[in-house]
């Protein structure tokens, strides 16, 4: 639609039309098998190993460090899972922080009592983790650190440096994994550099098609599959290739690098001018997202409002945004995140995430700061009389 504003670009984004062409040409024209050994199935093979080049070198990792999954929450499993399955002897005792995705936080309630000891890292009210606290949990027996990047609610990023050189001093043997399922394509982030081992991409998070994620892993690791079959992506991921999704991830890449800056620059300044506007124009609020959190994520707690009221209200205007994260906000339940930063309820109940993309406009942000200055005066709870 020409005159929706598409404010969830966290959940999703809209994908780019170069990517909706190309794959469309390799569904035409670059259909076989990419096991088959035929000229169509090593066509297809061809087009699979160029996606997997541009992600590594987006990554300055090897191409064989890239293995292709169906997305964030497959990527995470098997970045868990696949590491401690084969390396029980690396430890029994795993750290996770309050914050993360439910693909990261939903496994590590799966293995504890299976075996493994689970520690949880709090976070302060901006969403970071305690660096006191990791020295505190990380021992000998420390086998994985799975951590998220950029938090998918809040848009707090984690000190990933930091941890890993705690990390170092205490035990070189613990596995770092990172989520940066909110952080890939809008952030440089180079995992060898950094010192992370294995690391979570989705593609449909920035403008690639949906179904299609990767893992980076480092070529050291001991790794197992989780999905058994026919031995595709080096025999950690069996199932015949997605190639138009493979394709579409790569092209996906390629655009979102060459303009990552400007990008970001773009979009630090729709945020700006949104909160500017936002303290200007409305009462009764809460910023949660912390200064110096991403520029794609802002999350704002306005205070009497159910937020799937003010959600609704938002949509009759064709403005599309989220209560929290797509993957927990059909359970009805308030918000984990929000919860370990310490938010209290009646500013939880009305939070709303806001997420960004360079598709957006100040046009647009200007005409979603003035919509709510309409809603919110009409949905907010009513005093109650008194005598």
């Given at each position: 639609?020409?005159?929706?504003?598409?404010?969830?670009?966290?959940?999703?984004?809209?994908?780019?039309?170069?990517?909706?062409?190309?794959?469309?040409?390799?569904?035409?024209?670059?259909?076989?098998?990419?096991?088959?050994?035929?000229?169509?199935?090593?066509?297809?093979?061809?087009?699979?190993?160029?996606?997997?080049?541009?992600?590594?070198?987006?990554?300055?990792?090897?191409?064989?460090?890239?293995?292709?999954?169906s997305?964030?929450?497959?990527?995470?499993?098997?970045?868990?899972?696949?590491?401690?399955?084969?390396?029980?002897?690396?430890?029994?005792h795993?750290?996770?922080?309050?914050?993360?995705?439910?693909?990261?936080?939903?496994?590590?309630?799966?293995?504890?009592?299976?075996?493994?000891?689970?520690?949880?890292?709090n976070?302060?009210?901006?969403?970071?983790?305690?660096?006191?606290?990791?020295?505190?949990?990380?021992?000998?027996?420390?086998?994985?650190?799975?951590?998220?990047?950029?938090?998918?609610?809040?848009?707090?990023?984690?000190?990933?440096?930091?941890?890993?050189?705690?990390?170092?001093?205490?035990?070189?043997?613990?596995?770092?994994?990172?989520?940066?399922?909110?952080?890939?394509?809008?952030?440089?982030?180079?995992?060898?550099?950094?010192?992370?081992?294995?690391?979570?991409?989705?593609?449909?998070?920035?403008?690639?098609?949906?179904?299609i994620?990767?893992?980076?892993?480092?070529?050291?690791?001991?790794m197992s599959?989780?999905?058994?079959?026919?031995?595709?992506?080096?025999?950690?991921?069996?199932?015949?290739?997605?190639?138009?999704?493979?394709?579409?991830?790569?092209?996906?890449?390629?655009?979102?690098?060459?303009?990552?800056n400007?990008?970001?620059?773009?979009?630090?300044?729709?945020?700006?001018?949104?909160?500017?506007?936002?303290?200007?124009?409305?009462?009764?609020?809460?910023?949660?997202?912390?200064?110096?959190?991403s520029?794609?994520?802002?999350?704002?707690?306005?205070?009497?409002?159910?937020?799937?009221?003010?959600?609704?209200?938002?949509?009759e205007?064709?403005?599309?945004?989220?209560?929290?994260?797509?993957?927990?906000?059909?359970?009805?339940?308030?918000?984990?995140?929000?919860?370990?930063?310490?938010?209290?309820?009646?500013?939880i109940?009305?939070?709303?995430?806001?997420?960004?993309s360079h598709?957006?406009?100040?046009?647009?942000?200007?005409?979603?700061?003035?919509?709510?200055?309409?809603?919110?005066?009409?949905?907010?709870?009513?005093?109650?009389?008194?005598?």
């Amino acid at each position: 639609m020409k005159n929706e504003i598409f404010l969830d670009n966290s959940s999703t984004t809209k994908p780019y039309d170069d990517v909706i062409d190309f794959m469309s040409q390799i569904s035409k024209e670059v259909y076989g098998n990419p096991s088959s050994l035929h000229t169509k199935g090593i066509a297809a093979e061809r087009e699979i190993k160029k996606a997997r080049q541009l992600i590594a070198d987006s990554l300055r990792a090897q191409s064989n460090e890239i293995i292709f999954t169906s997305g964030g929450t497959e990527s995470n499993n098997l970045a868990i899972r696949g590491y401690l399955n084969p390396n029980p002897r690396k430890g029994k005792h795993i750290i996770t922080t309050t914050v993360e995705h439910p693909s990261v936080m939903e496994v590590y309630q799966s293995l504890a009592g299976k075996g493994y000891t689970v520690d949880y890292l709090n976070v302060d009210n901006d969403g970071i983790i305690s660096i006191d606290e990791l020295k505190e949990k990380i021992n000998e027996n420390t086998a994985l650190i799975s951590i998220i990047l950029v938090n998918n609610e809040v848009g707090s990023i984690q000190p990933i440096e930091q941890l890993v050189r705690i990390k170092n001093q205490i035990n070189k043997n613990t596995v770092i994994h990172v989520d940066a399922v909110q952080g890939y394509g809008k952030m440089e982030i180079h995992p060898k550099a950094l010192g992370i081992d294995l690391m979570s991409l989705s593609s449909h998070k920035i403008h690639g098609p949906k179904g299609i994620g990767a893992i980076f892993m480092n070529q050291s690791l001991k790794m197992s599959p989780i999905i058994y079959g026919g031995g595709q992506e080096s025999m950690l991921r069996s199932g015949t290739e997605n190639v138009p999704g493979i394709c579409g991830f790569g092209k996906a890449v390629e655009i979102s690098f060459a303009n990552i800056n400007n990008n970001h620059e773009n979009v630090r300044k729709l945020k700006e001018i949104f909160v500017n506007s936002i303290m200007e124009n409305i009462e009764k609020f809460k910023i949660i997202s912390p200064i110096n959190a991403s520029p794609y994520i802002l999350n704002v707690a306005f205070e009497g409002i159910k937020a799937e009221v003010l959600l609704h209200h938002l949509e009759e205007k064709s403005i599309f945004v989220s209560t929290g994260s797509a993957c927990s906000s059909r359970k009805n339940i308030h918000s984990r995140v929000l919860r370990s930063m310490g938010v209290t309820s009646k500013y939880i109940e009305g939070a709303i995430r806001f997420s960004f993309s360079h598709f957006n406009t100040e046009e647009q942000i200007i005409k979603t700061v003035e919509a709510l200055v309409d809603i919110l005066p009409r949905i907010r709870k009513k005093p109650k009389l008194t005598n």
